[in-house]
Nanobody
């Protein structure tokens, strides 16, 4: 069983930056971590993912070059550094975990956090 807790969301102006954290508890070894987001009236969508080893990094086209995913396994924590934020990045951001390699498919993840709100003002 893995428990995930996100933090670091907030209100930021367009062009600004935020760093989200995802703290994991339980047996987290060997799990890939993903970040997803759900904007108002939209379906949950993939943002980024990373393998347990820190490789196999995937990004959605919409965030490539602006967001950076990373993890510190010694701290059981994953991160999403978000730069050059745009109003369309406004969403609830969720971290998720799955056994095996990183993936972009929402339903392939077994464990989810409660989400953290990110609001980007224009």
């Amino acid at each position: 069983q893995v428990q995930l807790v996100e933090s670091g969301g907030g209100l930021v102006q367009a062009g600004g930056s935020l760093r989200l954290s995802c703290a994991a508890s339980g047996s987290f070894s060997g799990y890939a971590m993903g970040w997803f987001r759900q904007g108002p009236g939209k379906e949950r969508e993939f943002v980024a993912a990373i393998n347990w080893s820190g490789v196999g990094i995937l990004y959605a086209d919409s965030v490539k070059g602006r967001f950076v995913i990373s993890r510190d396994n010694a701290k059981n924590t994953g991160y999403l550094q978000m730069n050059s934020l745009k109003p369309e990045d406004t969403a609830v951001y969720y971290c998720a975990a799955r056994r095996g390699t990183s993936a972009s498919i929402t339903r392939s993840y077994d464990y989810w956090g409660q989400g953290t709100q990110v609001t980007v003002s224009s």
